[in-house]
T-cell receptor, first 115, second 115 residues
Framework: DQQVKQNSPSLSVQEGRISILNCDYT??????FLWYKKYPAEGPTFLIS?????DKNEDGRFTVFLNKSAKHLSLHIVPSQPGDSAVYFC??????????????FGKGTKLSVIP | DGGITQSPKYLFRKEGQNVTLSCEQN?????MYWYRQDPGQGLRLIYY???????QKGDIAEGYSVSREKKESFPLTVTSAQKNPTAFYLC??????????????FGEGSWLTVV
């Protein structure tokens, strides 16, 4: 049972336009959400995060929106650049007891920004 | 510079052999994790460790073993019992209590191929 779902395996966007990557989750106990970017054969790198008590967090060209009632979050990249072409993973944090946390990842969305 | 180092980056294994992937971090992080990524799949948790000399099974621990004798090191052994070991393996660490929501840091990954 997938608790974090990224329903679009791929997305193509023209350079300069907005990229919107979506993520849905089912576990209401998730308290923090993160987005990671991954290039082929490299480890993921942290992009941006949002606490469950907020609905928006912005960092430069990247903005994450959280809709708790819909259990949905989205990552907006504006303007999109060719270097943004990568796989983007949505992750959600849950507390697993005794001071420990787990991250649950979605399957990823491959973003291609076309020059 | 602080970071996570995985080695080797590429490894070939014959069927029936055990292999060990190394993961070292100098970030003074308490928790370390091993994930596996297969094509078209998200990151799946193999094992994690919150403190030295203690570790917990993740979602797909069968056929793997770990140890945590030092805070800095969390090696993963892929045993001959792992039926489908060819994959990209990622090591990660996290420091609880950081302001960025316990951001997880990843190594660059290790490609394991069974021949």
């Amino acid at each position: 049972d997938q608790q974090v779902k990224q329903n679009s395996p791929s997305l193509s966007v023209q350079e300069g336009r907005i990229s919107i990557l979506n993520c849905d989750y089912t576990n209401s106990m998730f308290d923090y959400f993160l987005w990671y970017k991954k290039y082929p054969a490299e480890g993921p790198t942290f992009l941006i995060s949002i606490s469950s008590i907020k609905d928006k967090n912005e960092d430069g060209r990247f903005t994450v929106f959280l809709n708790k009632s819909a259990k949905h979050l989205s990552l907006h990249i504006v303007p999109s650049q060719p270097g943004d072409s990568a796989v983007y993973f949505c992750a959600a944090r849950s507390y697993s007891g005794a001071g420990s946390y787990q991250l649950t990842f979605g399957k990823g969305t491959k973003l291609s920004v076309i020059p | 510079d602080g970071g996570i180092t995985q080695s080797p980056k590429y490894l070939f294994r014959k069927e029936g052999q055990n292999v060990t992937l190394s993961c070292e971090q100098n970030l003074n992080h308490d928790a370390m994790y091993w994930y596996r990524q297969d094509p078209g799949q998200g990151l799946r948790l193999i094992y994690y460790s919150q403190i030295v000399n203690d570790f917990q099974k993740g979602d797909i621990a069968e056929g793997y073993s770990v140890s945590r004798e030092k805070k800095e090191s969390f090696p993963l052994t892929v045993t001959s019992a792992q039926k489908n070991p060819t994959a990209f393996y990622l090591c990660a660490s996290i420091s609880l209590g950081e302001g960025r929501g316990n951001t997880i840091y990843f190594g660059e990954g290790s490609w394991l191929t069974v021949v």
